[in-house]
């Protein structure tokens, strides 16, 4: 676990919310259209949100591009895999035009600029590759694949809650690490509220999940809880026991 004890409790990164609202682009004052704040700060500015509606450029009548950009999202958070296009083009307002720019977006990024091979020291690199999730409004418990370097082979939304919790079995998170031939995981889920406090929940998850990763020889990395600008380790406040 190299590196991995040389940062402790909870830290601070600047990262915007979501500040689209659902209302044609154009309402928005000039400063806070997506493109705009993209040609000013750069796309790493953005949320994903802002980022698909630029992408889509148009909505349709009775639903605006900030609400067609918002269901998409929703419909690639409960996908582990790019969608197929049939899928994508049921989204009302999308259509197979779009949902072809949107599947050769998310084939051409994952191809290019996947996570794999990016190599976990800190939590805080956990937070760098999730901390995207973070404006979503339900929670969302994430698995990272990790091979026995600790690089990434593999991240996933596992499950997706409610606004203030979120349901995991063990066997939903391993059976994507097995199926990455994993040697090694973390895990992490957003907390909608900004409060970073783990949970009577969130405790019993991580034991369990620890009790199972013992029997199947993984090494868990750890599990962060996280809002848009903070993080909180459960390793780094000694709760997680392993090496």
């Not at 154009?26 to 000013?40: G, H």
């Not at 269901?71 to 296009?85: A, F, G, H, S, T």
């Not at 051409?108 to 996947?114: A, L, M, S, T």
């Amino acid at each position: 676990m190299e590196n991995y004890s040389d940062c402790f409790g909870e830290r601070t990164v600047r990262y915007p919310g979501e500040i689209m609202a659902c209302r044609a682009l154009m309402e928005l004052p000039p400063k806070q259209r997506p493109r705009e704040r993209l040609l000013e700060k750069g796309p790493a500015a953005l949320s994903d949100t802002e980022l698909l509606a630029i992408l889509l450029n148009t909505g349709i009548k009775g639903k605006n591009v900030g609400a067609l950009a918002a269901e998409l999202l929703e419909l690639l958070d409960r996908n582990k895999d790019i969608p197929p296009v049939q899928e994508l083009s049921r989204l009302v307002g999308l259509g197979k035009s779009k949902a072809c720019a949107v599947a050769a977006m998310l084939e051409f990024g994952r191809r290019r600029w996947g996570s794999c091979g990016i190599r976990i020291k800190l939590p805080s690199d956990i937070f760098a590759l999730v901390r995207h999730y973070a404006n979503r409004k339900q929670e969302r418990f994430i698995s990272i694949s990790l091979n026995g370097a600790h690089e990434v082979l593999e991240i996933r939304v596992v499950t997706i809650g409610l606004l203030n919790r979120t349901i995991v079995h063990p066997r939903e998170v391993f059976a994507d690490l097995i199926q990455d031939r994993a040697a090694a995981f973390c895990v992490a889920h957003n907390h909608p509220s900004g409060q970073l406090q783990s949970s009577s929940e969130d405790e019993g998850i991580t034991r369990r999940l620890q009790s199972a990763a013992d029997i199947l020889g993984l090494h868990f990395l750890d599990h962060i809880i996280f809002s848009e600008t903070s993080w909180w380790s459960f390793r780094q406040n000694g709760k997680l026991g392993g090496e």
